[in-house]
T-cell receptor, first 113, second 112 residues
């Protein structure tokens, strides 16, 4: 099992450019999440998907869109990147059981200049 | 709004010492609490998950406790080793929500 995988690992964008961050999990989890991590601010939830076909906003959704392509894949799109979106982005997934223990991918380090 | 605080932000100890990391949260109506480890430039690795009905969980040299009524959790690391050096994050799952609210972490350095 690869667990949660993310591509790319690193990306540099110019202000105004767009890109899509990809995430896939092979644990047959129903729920998937996108977080961003910034120094001194911990991880903050951008969007999540409780199940295939549903998505909901988290704490910091502005400037992002998501697509739950199927049960395995959950992508995050930046339509017009801004320097404030420079961050490390983590995808996570969780099971349907009582614990909803979350498993994280290795992250994408994004710099917007 | 749930807030999670971890103090201290950084901690340095000599190898072999037993240590305690602290996590506090403002709303005691949580479903569970999860402790993670994050190595520099890496993702998060789940260490322990405590359900709201549990008082503690153990895995090897790690023991996590939960006092929901006072809004506190501690992560106890026995006989610390240089390989334990990392940032430790706690996160709570509020009520029936699936998403987690994270603290800012404690950066631990274990000196050989």
């Amino acid at each position: 099992n690869a667990g949660v995988t993310q591509t790319p690992k690193f990306q540099v964008l110019k202000t105004g450019q767009s890109m899509t961050l990809q995430c896939a999990q092979d644990m047959n989890h129903n729920s998937m999440y996108w977080y961003r991590q910034d120094p001194g601010m911990g991880l903050r939830l951008i969007y999540y998907s409780a199940s295939e076909g549903t998505t909901d906003k988290g704490e910091v959704p502005n400037g992002y869109n998501v697509s739950r392509l199927n049960k395995r894949e959950f992508s995050l799109r930046l339509e017009s990147a801004a320097p404030s979106q420079t961050s490390v982005y983590f995808c996570a997934s969780s099971d349907r059981g009582l614990s909803y223990e979350q498993y994280f991918g290795p992250g994408t380090r994004l710099t917007v200049t | 709004k749930q807030e999670v605080t971890q103090i201290p932000a950084a901690l340095s100890v000599p190898e072999g010492e037993n240590l305690v990391l602290n996590c506090s949260f403002t709303d005691s109506a949580i479903y569970n609490l999860q402790w993670f480890r994050q190595d520099p430039g890496k993702g998060l690795t789940s260490l322990l998950l405590i359900q709201s009905s549990q008082r503690e969980q153990t895995s090897g040299r790690l023991n996590a406790s939960l006092d929901k009524s006072s809004g506190r959790s501690t992560l106890y690391i026995a006989a610390s080793q240089p390989g334990d050096s990392a940032t430790y994050l706690c996160a709570v799952r509020p009520g029936s929500a699936r998403q987690l609210t994270f603290g800012s972490g404690t950066q631990l350095t274990v000196l050989p």
